[in-house]
């Protein structure tokens, strides 16, 4: 299997990788909406990411990658119990894939002639506790977007077709990307991802002359170029299972909360989604800088990941999303 480029030799795109490990640290996020120029490294940071994670436990010939015999579903007729360690998935959605390719197709001949429910597992089964990484998400049919943002936010597959039912877990972290010159989301979708970065090509010529460096050695002696980083790449991994087990201890207090709530008002944020994403980032954030309570600092440091996407239009406002949501922030929180 090809390795591969370590998270950690990512050079810039500090907010990008920010919030990649965010919702490694607390899936339940919402996943992460990536829109910017191509060759930003939207696509290498997912795929370096589920790397440096450690691999996961899995049974033998489950579809879904369950952790125990208990937790494969019946229709998969697994019948080992044997288990064996595999890489976090990462499972790429084409924008050509059908919605029987993305959540699974019932055999409805089989099941009618012979009283047998045979289904043949999609996308999101193999996503299961993994990434799953829509490229062009913009382009992708609105209605497949809608099936997806549902499935990860209830962490469940159901596919029913002539009365007959299946269900599967499908657990996976929901990363988007996009050129924003190629069409726009509709912003009930866009409201759906928990965090959403903006990314550029660098304009500094010393960061872009590290990037054509680092990519020159990787491709030339790639073993050479991974031991120099696996260091780095063991930290955030040892940063990232660490902040996963202090989340359960995290509990904001009133401040917090009011803060949140406060923040989102002024931004004009609708429901409740904005609140819960910047919440859950910033206790993700607060975790993983191993710190012993959520603070106005780690809320100020995610509020733009989590909230520029939900901003409303404003056609008297030429600042872009980053600039309001820092002036807002400024005012509500000092």
């Given at each position: 299997?090809?390795?591969?480029?370590?998270?950690?030799?990512?050079?810039?795109?500090?907010?990008?990788?920010?919030?990649?490990?965010?919702?490694?640290?607390?899936?339940?996020?919402?996943?992460?909406?990536?829109?910017?120029?191509?060759?930003?490294?939207?696509?290498?940071?997912?795929?370096?990411?589920?790397?440096?994670?450690?691999?996961?436990?899995?049974?033998?010939?489950?579809?879904?990658?369950?952790?125990?015999?208990?937790?494969?579903?019946?229709?998969?007729?697994?019948?080992?119990?044997?288990?064996?360690?595999?890489?976090?998935?990462?499972?790429?959605?084409?924008?050509?894939?059908?919605?029987?390719?993305?959540?699974?197709?019932?055999?409805?001949?089989?099941?009618?002639?012979?009283?047998?429910?045979?289904?043949?597992?999609?996308?999101?089964?193999?996503?299961?506790?993994?990434?799953?990484?829509?490229?062009?998400?913009?382009?992708?049919?609105?209605?497949?977007?809608?099936?997806?943002?549902?499935?990860?936010?209830?962490?469940?597959?159901?596919?029913?077709?002539?009365?007959?039912?299946?269900?599967?877990?499908?657990?996976?972290?929901?990363?988007?990307?996009?050129?924003?010159?190629?069409?726009?989301?509709?912003?009930?979708?866009?409201?759906?991802?928990?965090?959403?970065?903006?990314?550029?090509?660098?304009?500094?010529?010393?960061?872009?002359?590290?990037?054509?460096?680092?990519?020159?050695?990787?491709?030339?002696?790639?073993?050479?170029?991974?031991?120099?980083?696996?260091?780095?790449?063991?930290?955030?991994?040892?940063?990232?299972?660490?902040?996963?087990?202090?989340?359960?201890?995290?509990?904001?207090?009133?401040?917090?909360?009011?803060?949140?709530?406060e923040l989102c008002i002024a931004m004009g944020s609708d429901g409740v989604r904005g609140e819960l994403a910047l919440l859950k980032a910033a206790r993700a954030y607060a975790a993983y800088r191993d710190d012993t309570a959520i603070s106005r600092d780690h809320i100020r440091a995610v509020a733009p990941l989590a909230l520029r996407h939900r901003l409303r239009r404003d056609p008297l406002d030429d600042?872009?999303?980053?600039?309001?949501?820092?002036?807002?922030?400024?005012?509500?929180?000092?």
């Amino acid at each position: 299997m090809t390795q591969p480029f370590p998270f950690s030799a990512i050079v810039g795109q500090d907010e990008m990788k920010l919030a990649m490990i965010l919702t490694a640290v607390d899936p339940s996020i919402g996943g992460v909406l990536v829109f910017g120029d191509r060759g930003t490294g939207k696509s290498t940071a997912v795929r370096a990411l589920a790397a440096l994670l450690p691999r996961i436990t899995a049974v033998e010939g489950c579809p879904v990658n369950a952790a125990k015999p208990a937790n494969c579903p019946e229709w998969a007729k697994v019948t080992g119990t044997r288990t064996h360690d595999i890489p976090t998935p990462v499972v790429d959605l084409p924008l050509g894939a059908s919605e029987d390719r993305v959540t699974g197709a019932l055999d409805i001949e089989r099941a009618l002639v012979d009283g047998e429910k045979v289904f043949q597992p999609g996308l999101l089964a193999s996503a299961n506790r993994g990434y799953l990484y829509i490229d062009e998400v913009n382009l992708l049919e609105d209605h497949i977007v809608d099936l997806l943002l549902d499935v990860a936010q209830s962490g469940e597959n159901v596919v029913e077709r002539e009365g007959l039912s299946i269900r599967h877990a499908a657990r996976f972290v929901l990363v988007g990307s996009g050129n924003p010159e190629e069409g726009e989301l509709r912003p009930q979708l866009l409201d759906r991802f928990g965090l959403s970065v903006d990314v550029a090509s660098p304009t500094d010529i010393s960061q872009r002359v590290e990037v054509l460096r680092r990519r020159d050695a990787f491709e030339n002696d790639k073993s050479a170029f991974m031991v120099r980083w696996q260091a780095e790449d063991a930290t955030i991994r040892e940063q990232i299972l660490t902040a996963r087990i202090a989340l359960k201890s995290l509990k904001p207090d009133d401040a917090t909360l009011h803060d949140v709530a406060e923040l989102c008002i002024a931004m004009g944020s609708d429901g409740v989604r904005g609140e819960l994403a910047l919440l859950k980032a910033a206790r993700a954030y607060a975790a993983y800088r191993d710190d012993t309570a959520i603070s106005r600092d780690h809320i100020r440091a995610v509020a733009p990941l989590a909230l520029r996407h939900r901003l409303r239009r404003d056609p008297l406002d030429d600042a872009g999303s980053g600039a309001r949501v820092g002036r807002v922030i400024e005012t509500v929180l000092g």
